[in-house]
């Protein structure tokens, strides 16, 4: 099996970049492209029925915002500004003219709610489920661009909001779906999971928390946005920069609803934190001489530190023991 952190590195190495304007290529959030006097972003990520989404719980209006979300939240990771998006699908049979205008009714939402343009889409036939690409374009300043290579030793780790409802919201919908193929008369039980479903129907790109950063001000080392899960962005950071990294388990950002709903599924609530993904919430490292700046934000939580490389990617329990970190995530 192939998973997508040995992916990656095997198409940047097979793809060396050829012109001066392409700063950054395969291996980041998004691509980085020298327009003159700032940085043009550019970011595509690709949504695949019964992979990515079900629709069976999944509403169309959510998952075309969902879809739009995970695009801008890639240029927000790169302390940039969304500014266009463009959307290319393939549909099957079972796709209605109704179906796609509630989509596109989505879609809308998300180019309001984060004041991006829709500049281009095509659309095919599938042979199979639906799929959707969004491809996000932005901009930064040169001095403010963030690589997931620029994080340092003594660094200290930041991640915004909290870590794991989305995964749990997984959880919820596949088991109220499994008692709805067992009874189609039962209705869902999905009002103590509010919280929890929303996280994973309607995440939320984080362009918030640039602009409190660029207020306060603090600018980042480096950022990335948890999609994969916690663990596989820390490798990814850990492998850019050439640097290891310690978390403690005791400062993970955990919702209360969500630790007690993963203890109710048996699952551990550290791991649903670590290995979960889809929360779209922010990573990054600062200086220490910032972390009084961030420390007095109710959603930004310091997390760890960044060490030398030879001391690895780990968790510290809070009984002190030292666990190291593997990815647990996407693999194809």
């Given at each position: ?69 995970l695009a ?21 049979d ?8 509630e ?16 500049v ?14 969004v ?28 870590l ?29 999971y ?5 996280r994973?129907l309607?995440p ?40 290891g ?35 779209y ?15 007095q934000?109710?959603d ?11 001391e ?15 990815a ?5």
């Amino acid at each position: 099996m192939l998973s997508k952190f040995n992916l990656i590195h095997k198409l940047k190495a097979t793809f060396p970049l050829h012109h001066p304007t392409s700063i950054q290529g395969i291996g980041d959030d998004a691509a980085v492209i020298d327009a003159g006097t700032h940085y043009k972003l550019a970011t595509t990520d690709i949504l695949a029925e019964r992979v990515h989404f079900d629709l069976t719980y999944h509403p169309l209006k959510h998952l075309g915002y969902k879809a739009v979300t995970l695009a801008v939240s890639n240029i927000v990771a790169m302390y940039g500004i969304p500014e266009q998006i463009l959307v290319n699908m393939a549909i099957n049979d079972n796709v209605s003219l109704p179906m796609l205008q509630e989509l596109y009714e989505g879609i809308h939402k998300a180019c309001t709610a984060y004041q991006v343009d829709l500049v281009g889409s095509d659309t095919t036939v599938s042979a199979t489920g639906l799929m959707i690409t969004v491809t996000a374009l932005g901009s930064a300043d040169k001095k403010h661009v963030c690589f997931r290579k620029g994080a340092q030793v003594n660094d200290i780790i930041c991640v915004t909001g909290d870590l794991g409802a989305a995964y749990l919201g997984l959880q919820v919908l596949n088991r109220e779906k499994q008692v709805w193929e067992a009874d189609p008369n039962m209705q869902p039980v999905l009002e103590p999971y509010s919280y929890m479903v929303r996280r994973q129907l309607k995440p939320e790109a984080r362009t918030d928390i640039v602009q409190t950063l660029q207020k306060l001000p603090v600018l980042p080392t480096c950022m990335i946005d948890i999609a994969d899960g916690l663990c596989s962005e820390l490798l990814h950071i850990s492998k850019a920069a050439n640097v290891g990294v310690a978390i403690y388990e005791d400062k993970l950002p955990i919702d209360q609803g969500a630790y007690e709903t993963a203890v109710a599924f048996h699952l551990d609530p550290i791991t649903c934190a670590v290995n979960g993904g889809e929360d779209y919430e922010l990573l990054f490292t600062i200086r220490q001489q910032d972390v009084d700046k961030v420390t007095q934000h109710p959603d930004i939580t310091p997390i760890g530190y960044v060490t030398a490389v030879a001391e690895g990617v780990r968790l510290v329990t809070k009984t002190g023991t030292v666990v190291p970190l593997k990815a647990q995530g996407w693999q194809t």
